[in-house]
Structure formats: C-alpha cells, structure tokens
C-alpha cells in the first residue's frame, strides 16, 4: 500500500512538473502571427457573447476598428508578454472598469513555491503615490524610512514617469471620466510593474531628494535571516526564560478570552494581513462625541452586519450631530453590504438597485463553465446544473428584446433601518472609489442626503457590469480576460452618461500636503463642522 501512494505522489509531482514546464515554455515562445489574430478574435467574441453593455460608451465601429487595427499590426510573432501589452490598451477601450487582462506570469514547481515562501521581496515594501505627475514613495514598509516622501525617477533605468504613462492605458475607468487613473496606477504600480516585466529577484530604484539623486537595490531576502538579524542575545535569553515560565489558571483564561475577542474582532473589523490593517474602523473625532468618522477600505471581508449595527448604535445613544464617511480608495465589493450601510443612512423607504441586464437566462452557469474553471467544480456544476438552471430562469425575464436578472432582496422596496443617522453627513471620494462605493454615493447624491468632497468618483454613476465574473483564458497566448456579467445600477439617473459621482467640494491632494501628513479633504471638513457648529 505505501508503495502504491509512494508512485502516487511520485506520479503527481511528474505530472505538476511537465504542466509547469509546458506552461512556460507557451509563454515564452514566440507564437504564430495566424494564432496571435486567432485569440484576438476569441476575446472580442467573448466580450460580445457576455458583456450585456459592450457598446455603452464606445461605438460598435470604434470598436470593430480598434481590434482591426490590433491584428493589422500584429504582422510578426511575438511572445504572451508582448502580447499582453498589446492588447490591454485595445481592451481599455471598451471604457467598462470590470474588463480587465491580465498578463502571463512564470509558473513554479512545488519546491520552487516553497523556497519562495520563505522569501520577501523589498520592492513589495514600497506604497506609491502619483501626484503632479511625478511618481512618489507614499509609504515604505521596510526599515529605510528615508525612502518615504522621495520621488522614484527610474526603475532599472527606465523612466518612473514612462512607465506610468504606459501602464494607464492598460486599464480603464467606468466611462469618460480620467480620475480614476492616477489613483489606481498608484495603487497598484508594483502589480503593473510585474505584470510588464515579470518575475524578479532584484531591482534597482533611482530616486530624487531635492536636487540630489541616489539608488538603492531591492532585493528578494530570506525572511528568517531577516528575524534572526532582529533578536539579539538578550531577546533569546528573555524568550527561554519566558517559554519554561508556567502560566496560572486564570493568566490561560485571560490569554484564551484575549485570542477569542482578537478573532470576533477580526472578523467584524475585517482584517488586513498584508497591511496589519482593518478594513472597517470606526472613531469619534475630538473630545466629545460630536464627530464621528468611519472608514471604509472595501466592501469585501469580514461580518459588516455586526459592525454597522455597533457604530450606528453609538451613534445613535451619542446623539452624533456630524458623521464623516470616508470612502477614498474604495474600490468596490459586495451589494449587500452597502444596501445594508445605506438602510442605516437614509430616512425613506428604497429600492437599491434595478434588475441587471444580461446576455443569458442562465448568468451563474456562464460564470463557473469557463475554460478556467477547475475540472473539479465544472464537475460539481454539472451535478447541480438541474438546481442552478431552473434558479437562473425563475429570475431572468425578457423585455423589449433584453434579458434581466432580479436580484429579489435588493430590487425590492425597503424601508431604513428603524436606527438610521439622520444627523449630516460628509462623504469623502476620489478617483480610487470604484463600483459599490459609486453606486451607494449615487444614491447619497441623488437623494442630497451629504455633502461630497474630494474628486470625481472613478466608477460611472449610472452603474457598472459586475455582479458575476467570468474569466475567459486564450488557447494559444495564455492570456486571461475577465468581464462583468450584470448590469449593476440605482434606479436614479444623470446625464450626460459616462462620468462618475461629482463631488460638492473639489479637492485635489498636493504633494506638499502629504509630505506634512495633512489630509487636505479631511481637513476642510472639520473646519466646515467648526464653522457651523
């Protein structure tokens, strides 16, 4: 028997290793010219067959020339990487902020993962921000603090302010609007940055300190040498110490209560590992409880119910004249959560959201019976497709020649929630708040229910295709595409169409600002509140 599971695994890791070699090997070969068009074509047509809105703000002809174009000047072979750059332009041009592509990436054996995993990369340490069209380090999670505030003028050679150029035109905004660019580059720089380039183990970094220039060399490190350069010999005499020292009975109840309450907290706070943040936080402002503030990351982890239902009581029993929402850098996450955060928020009954456009009767089978689906869950789809299929028709309907979807708990008519804030509301957007926190804005906006301040929202006030996803690989390149399936919206409007929630008070960052730890938007706030108090 141990035989049989030794030859087992040994067959597994066999296989693993020729699946991860065959992979690289497509990635970096140098693909025909008839392929390059073919999977050109296989994207466009996914893109007709599932986006529901397509040509909401580029033409059908604008289009059909773009990826046209795109095939004319492919006219030699190139590799996935090439590729990927390539076509994400073409694919921006759609203007939907859910369509994205994503590039091709090196694989790993399952040796190479795990020495991997005990490395870190310096360069992941770096946070970004581009302002004044300049490239900055916002913040650095590492143990040169010097880096922070400085600008980043090249990156192994190649123009920082190049590159950025580059990568915005790799992704787009809900629409017309531009906001939404230089917040998100920012964001997620080190991300485009793998994306365009690929694996590394060093880079090297020229920055700007006022009118001198210095480099630095980011290195992949081994993350236990990096702990053992932390202890001392004081700190492992302490730590011996400390492990032959018995806890009482009532020191293991507390520790036990401690880790269970740290858990709760977790979860309803939604905890962020990689940042040692919370997505959640809630505060009062000042010596009394007169202003309140809470910040939101993301509508995406944790138990949001159990939080809103504390805040608004504290609220609530505070009797809270002035409530700041802060909303930057919000990228979006689920509807239930922000229907729910709304109920608290407004005073009259409402109905969320309108029923979704689609392309299919069926939109959840299409999500999961994707090419890159596992064989495992296409399996179990098939095993409840009778269940999924008869659910999906039960809420799709057809009217005037389109297909919709109704979402029964946030379609239908709600009143508030018996503790809503009814006192003023402030709420803070820029560039980076993207679909939910556009569509909860939209109706805050539409109902004057706050004051906005800040910048335009990166994500469409009429809506946005999400919902469910479906992710479509090309055969030959590898190249991932992922697109919304449902029309998401409120039933409010504005026109023109295209752009996103406008703030009340427009306030830009500025680089000196930030460098002073001054939030500008923030600021003007609380001096608003002084003023009318």
Same mark, same amino acid.
Request: with cysteine; net charge positive.
């Given at each position: 028997?141990?035989?049989?599971?030794?030859?087992?695994?040994?067959?597994?890791?066999?296989?693993?290793?020729?699946?991860?070699?065959?992979?690289?090997?497509?990635?970096?070969?140098?693909?025909?010219?008839?392929?390059?068009?073919?999977?050109?074509?296989?994207?466009?047509?996914?893109?007709?067959?599932?986006?529901?809105?397509?040509?909401?703000?580029?033409?059908?002809?604008?289009?059909?020339?773009?990826?046209?174009?795109?095939?004319?000047?492919?006219?030699?072979?190139?590799?996935?990487?090439?590729?990927?750059?390539?076509?994400?332009?073409?694919?921006?041009?759609?203007?939907?902020?859910?369509?994205?592509? &994503?590039? #091709?990436? $090196? @694989?790993?054996?399952?040796?190479?993962? !795990?020495?991997? *995993?005990? =490395?870190?990369?310096?360069?992941?340490?770096?946070?970004?921000?581009?302002?004044?069209?300049?490239?900055?380090?916002?913040?650095?999670?590492?143990?040169?603090?010097?880096?922070?505030?400085?600008?980043?003028?090249?990156?192994?050679?190649?123009?920082?302010?190049?590159?950025?150029?580059?990568?915005?035109?790799?992704?787009?905004?809900?629409?017309?609007?531009?906001?939404?660019?230089?917040?998100?580059?920012?964001?997620?720089?080190?991300?485009?940055?793998?994306?365009?380039?690929?694996?590394?183990?060093?880079?090297?970094?020229?920055?700007?300190?006022?009118?001198?220039?210095? &480099?630095? #060399?980011? $290195? @992949?490190?081994?993350?236990?040498?990096? !702990?053992?350069? *932390?202890? =001392?010999?004081?700190?492992?005499?302490?730590?011996?110490?400390?492990?032959?020292?018995?806890?009482?009975?009532?020191?293991?109840?507390?520790?036990?209560?401690?880790?269970?309450?740290?858990?709760?907290?977790?979860?309803?706070?939604?905890?962020?590992?990689?940042?040692?943040?919370?997505?959640?936080?809630?505060?009062?402002?000042?010596?009394?409880?007169?202003?309140?503030?809470?910040?939101?990351?993301?509508?995406?982890?944790?138990?949001?119910?159990?939080?809103?239902?504390?805040?608004?009581?504290?609220?609530?029993?505070?009797?809270?004249?002035?409530?700041?929402?802060?909303?930057?850098?919000?990228?979006?996450?689920?509807?239930?959560?922000?229907?729910?955060?709304?109920?608290?928020?407004?005073?009259?009954?409402?109905?969320?959201?309108?029923?979704?456009?689609?392309?299919?009767?069926?939109?959840?089978?299409?999500?999961?019976?994707?090419?890159?689906?596992?064989?495992?869950?296409?399996?179990?789809?098939?095993?409840?497709?009778?269940?999924?299929?008869?659910?999906?028709?039960?809420?799709?309907?057809?009217?005037?020649?389109?297909?919709?979807?109704?979402?029964?708990?946030?379609?239908?008519?709600?009143?508030?929630?018996?503790?809503?804030?009814?006192?003023?509301?402030?709420?803070?957007?820029?560039?980076?708040?993207?679909?939910?926190?556009?569509?909860?804005?939209?109706?805050?906006?539409?109902?004057?229910?706050?004051?906005?301040?800040?910048?335009?929202?990166?994500?469409?006030?009429?809506?946005?295709?999400?919902?469910?996803?479906?992710?479509?690989?090309?055969?030959?390149?590898?190249?991932?595409?992922?697109?919304?399936?449902?029309?998401?919206?409120?039933?409010?409007?504005?026109?023109?169409?295209?752009?996103?929630?406008?703030?009340?008070?427009?306030?830009?960052?500025?680089?000196?600002?930030?460098?002073?730890?001054?939030?500008?938007?923030?600021?003007?706030?609380?001096?608003?509140?002084?003023?009318?108090?």
């Amino acid at each position: 028997m141990k035989r049989i599971l030794f030859m087992l695994m040994l067959i597994a890791v066999l296989v693993s290793c020729k699946s991860v070699a065959k992979h690289n090997e497509q990635i970096t070969k140098l693909h025909s010219v008839e392929n390059l068009h073919s999977d050109i074509d296989k994207l466009y047509n996914q893109l007709k067959r599932h986006h529901p809105k397509l040509y909401q703000y580029t033409s059908k002809e604008d289009l059909d020339f773009k990826f046209d174009s795109l095939k004319f000047t492919i006219n030699q072979p190139i590799d996935s990487r090439t590729f990927y750059r390539k076509i994400a332009p073409v694919v921006a041009y759609v203007k939907q902020g859910h369509v994205a592509v &994503s590039s #091709v990436s $090196k @694989r790993f054996t399952r040796n190479e993962r !795990k020495q991997l *995993k005990k =490395t870190t990369f310096e360069f992941y340490k770096l946070e970004f921000e581009y302002l004044e069209d300049k490239l900055w380090v916002k913040n650095y999670k590492g143990k040169d603090s010097i880096l922070k505030g400085k600008e980043v003028v090249t990156i192994e050679g190649e123009s920082a302010k190049d590159l950025v150029k580059r990568y915005k035109t790799r992704f787009a905004s809900d629409g017309y609007n531009t906001t939404l660019h230089n917040r998100y580059v920012s964001k997620g720089f080190s991300t485009f940055y793998y994306r365009d380039k690929g694996f590394s183990d060093s880079l090297k970094v020229t920055f700007r300190s006022k009118d001198s220039l210095f &480099s630095r #060399v980011f $290195k @992949r490190i081994d993350k236990e040498d990096k !702990k053992k350069k *932390k202890r =001392t010999a004081e700190d492992t005499t302490s730590a011996k110490k400390i492990k032959f020292n018995k806890l009482s009975k009532e020191e293991k109840k507390a520790k036990q209560l401690a880790k269970r309450k740290r858990r709760k907290d977790d979860r309803k706070y939604g905890y962020l590992g990689e940042n040692n943040k919370y997505t959640r936080n809630f505060s009062f402002i000042g010596k009394d409880s007169s202003v309140a503030y809470m910040k939101l990351r993301s509508f995406t982890n944790g138990n949001y119910k159990r939080f809103y239902k504390e805040s608004f009581a504290k609220l609530d029993s505070a009797k809270t004249k002035y409530f700041i929402l802060d909303l930057r850098d919000n990228g979006g996450g689920r509807i239930a959560e922000i229907d729910y955060l709304y109920s608290y928020l407004t005073d009259e009954s409402y109905q969320f959201i309108t029923e979704s456009e689609v392309t299919s009767r069926t939109p959840f089978l299409k999500s999961f019976m994707s090419n890159t689906t596992p064989n495992s869950l296409k399996v179990l789809s098939a095993v409840f497709y009778p269940v999924v299929a008869a659910h999906n028709l039960f809420k799709t309907r057809n009217r005037d020649g389109k297909t919709y979807y109704k979402f029964n708990k946030h379609t239908k008519i709600k009143p508030p929630k018996p503790m809503h804030y009814n006192g003023k509301l402030y709420v803070l957007i820029n560039g980076n708040s993207f679909s939910a926190s556009s569509l909860i804005s939209t109706h805050l906006k539409a109902n004057d229910r706050a004051i906005f301040v800040g910048e335009e929202t990166g994500g469409a006030y009429n809506g946005t295709v999400a919902g469910v996803y479906k992710i479509y690989q090309l055969p030959n390149t590898k190249i991932k595409v992922r697109m919304g399936l449902m029309q998401i919206e409120a039933p409010q409007k504005q026109n023109p169409d295209g752009y996103g929630v406008k703030p009340d008070i427009t306030i830009l960052p500025k680089l000196e600002d930030r460098q002073l730890n001054i939030d500008t938007e923030l600021d003007w706030i609380l001096k608003d509140i002084h003023k009318h108090d």
